[in-house]
């Protein structure tokens, strides 16, 4: 049993909600990532999402797509990312974390080099949010032997049939978009949220995860409703992005959210 | 050869091509293909298209013996020349988006958008959607903005709103980032009108056959003219739509060899071009697996081209393919080889080519010592310069 594995049968447990952050790795820059990870982990996040930066991020609204900018200006590689993932465990970081970026960097790397290597740093899963399971074969089969997580995502505009795959193809959790768009704060989520959310409960025994657009303690206790977490990222990084004091700022904004997650 | 017709049913030619891209967009690529299929076989579509291709885009196109350029390049070439660039709006790229604006009103959709580079496919998306009433947005990198700004004035006039693109490196390959995440957004009512062979299927395909009446024509009328087929189809790759127009009814004539000349930009040791299949890597980016200029990291590379249109680190995964078969030669000229094929055009035929079909004609320098006495060449002009009067006087 992996760490994402154990950590939502621990939630299903004590019947809680879990709350997911979402780091650019490099973003402000590389020296805070271990802090940032520290508090979050403190401040009761439960899973911590880590992006490998990406030149062309095109899910990625304009929060997201600025924190890639600038950690690659700072140097970021896949490599190196890996390495900060080794260095995190190595300091205490004990949450489960799944990488994500998109399909070419992984691709120059190698999937099956980097689905050993980021085990052998102490990832738990992936998700690549332009590959959908029709085009994974050759990140699934490494994945599998490696025990990594493929979490796969599925959309408001997903047919019951593609749910079916992505369910199939999808360890850890099962990433639900909440919208038709790219990541980044929404004042308001679509109506159907909660039942396409039910729709999906009911196709599968995965822990369901709802993301994009999320970035108010109303919103998660509207979502943590249905689903079994939330993932928040455009927020968080505005957060950090626009204080002098980064981590005390992403500190705050978390807890803001983890009471309201229960 | 392959024995199946290409793509196959996961959209692959050969390893390249498939559908990379955001959960969000794969039932309307779904639905866009069930579209596109059934389209194909109704005689209703096929004559409204024709009907609209013949009469408001300008169809057939002539080919045109270039006989004072031909004298000039010397050795007996026979040089023809496939008027793309007299067809309305001045470019190919219309025979793209009249079909692909014909199927956005079978599918029921109110909105489309487009990206562009030189602003040849923003102006021929802006026009379908004035001649069929649609709301149309254009996405632009802002460098391009600047350098195109007669074809930004044109999509205004035509009732577009050109949105400019201020991220990463500012030119086609964002604003191609952009119009996807506009898509992932407003996908229920809005269809993408891709304007090359790129992108996730069935786009490559789709671009590719309403692009293939320029080879279709050209072969008919290269028959009819001269009683064979040429030896070589000469034209210039960008994403690759034009190419791929005039290379694919050629496909099966084994002896016809296809060359694809993009864009060395300030030459191909400087960094600053714009050669992906001369010089790229395989990778995926925009829905498709192809060649493109990346780093060792999977980073995708800024290019470089005087044309904006073939300013692009990707290509038409089609495109890849047929380099990998061999079925197509690609070749890569200089900025200054383009402007000396403009010049050499303008001053021998009285045409101003596009600085993109520019490329192809600059490589006809550098073809004619190789080729046997009295080949014939067609070279697919793929627009008109107009657009680039500006740049040219500039850089000459």
């Not at chain 2, 958008?113 to 923003?122: L, R, S, W």
């Not at chain 2, 001269?226 to 694919?248: E, K, Q, W």
Request: charged content about 20%; glycine content about 10%.
């Amino acid at each position: 049993m992996n760490r994402i594995e154990a950590a939502f049968g621990r939630l299903r447990g004590e019947r809680r909600k879990a709350l997911i952050a979402y780091l650019t790795v490099g973003f402000p820059s590389m020296r805070l990532l271990e802090p940032l990870a520290a508090c979050l982990q403190e401040g009761g996040v439960d899973l911590l999402e880590l992006g490998i930066p990406f030149s062309d991020p095109l899910a990625d609204g304009p929060t997201i797509q600025a924190a890639s900018q600038k950690a690659l200006l700072n140097g970021v590689t896949p490599g190196g990312v890996l390495k900060s993932v080794e260095r995190l465990r190595g300091r205490g970081i004990t949450l489960p974390i799944a990488l994500m970026t998109y399909f070419n960097p992984v691709l120059r790397y190698g999937p099956a080099r980097f689905c050993r290597d980021a085990v052998s740093a102490g990832a738990d899963g992936v998700i690549v949010p332009d590959l959908p399971p029709e085009e994974a074969a050759e990140l699934i089969r490494p994945a599998r032997r490696e025990n990594l997580d493929t979490i796969f995502l599925a959309a408001p505009t997903s047919p019951r049939e593609r749910i079916r795959g992505i369910v199939r193809a999808s360890r850890g959790f099962l990433y639900y978009v909440s919208l038709t768009g790219v990541t980044g704060a929404r004042a308001r989520l679509p109506v159907s949220l909660t039942d396409h959310v039910r729709l999906i409960k009911r196709m599968t025994t995965l822990p369901v995860c709802v993301g994009f657009g999320i970035s108010r303690p109303d919103q998660v206790r509207a979502v943590t409703r249905v689903a079994d977490g939330v993932i928040v990222g455009s927020a968080l990084l505005a957060a950090v992005g626009r204080s002098g004091r980064p981590v005390a700022a992403a500190s705050r904004f978390i807890r803001s959210l983890r009471r309201a997650c229960g | 050869m392959p024995k199946t017709p290409l793509p196959d049913a996961q959209g692959r030619f050969g390893p390249y091509g498939g559908q990379f891209v955001p959960e969000t967009l794969m039932s309307a690529l779904k639905e866009l293909e069930l579209a596109y299929r059934k389209a194909r076989r109704d005689a209703a579509f096929k004559k409204e298209l024709s009907g609209y291709l013949a009469h408001y885009a300008g169809r057939p196109t002539p080919l045109y013996f270039a006989k004072r350029l031909s004298q000039k390049l010397g050795r007996g070439l026979r040089v023809y020349l496939k008027r793309e660039d007299l067809l309305h709006t001045g470019a190919h790229k219309i025979n793209n988006t009249l079909g692909q604006g014909l199927l956005t009103r079978r599918m029921g959709k109110p909105r489309v958008i487009a990206e562009t580079g030189a602003g040849q496919h923003g102006v021929a998306t802006a026009t379908v959607a004035a001649l069929l009433g649609l709301k149309c947005e254009i996405y632009m990198g802002s460098t391009d903005i600047v350098r195109q700004r007669l074809n930004v004035f044109r999509m205004e006039l035509l009732g577009a709103r050109v949105v400019p693109v201020d991220s990463g490196t500012r030119t086609l390959k964002d604003a191609c980032n952009e119009a996807l995440r506009d898509w992932v957004t407003n996908v229920r009512t809005t269809h993408y009108i891709l304007g090359s062979v790129v992108g996730p299927h069935p786009f490559p395909a789709i671009v590719r056959d309403f692009q293939s009446v320029i080879g279709r024509e050209a072969r008919r009328q290269i028959l009819r003219e001269t009683g064979r087929l040429p030896d070589y189809v000469v034209a210039c790759v960008g994403g690759g739509s034009n190419a791929m127009g005039i290379f694919h009814p050629f496909f099966r004539d084994r002896k016809v060899r296809l060359i694809g000349v993009e864009a060395a930009g300030r030459g191909l040791s400087s960094g600053a071009h714009a050669a992906t299949l001369v010089e790229g890597t395989e990778g995926v980016l925009h829905g498709a697996k192809s060649l493109l200029l990346q780093d060792s990291h999977g980073q995708i590379s800024g290019a470089h081209s005087i044309a904006a249109g073939l300013d692009y680190p990707g290509v038409g995964p089609e495109h890849s393919y047929y380099k990998k078969t061999k079925r197509a030669r690609y070749a890569a000229v200089t900025d200054r080889q383009a402007l000396a094929g403009f010049k050499l055009l303008a001053q021998t035929e009285g045409i101003l080519p596009a600085l993109e079909p520019s490329h192809a004609l600059g490589y006809l320098v550098k073809l004619v010592p190789a080729v046997r006495r009295g080949s014939v060449v067609v070279v697919n002009l793929s627009g008109r310069g107009d657009k680039d009067v500006e740049v040219v006087a500039g850089a000459l």
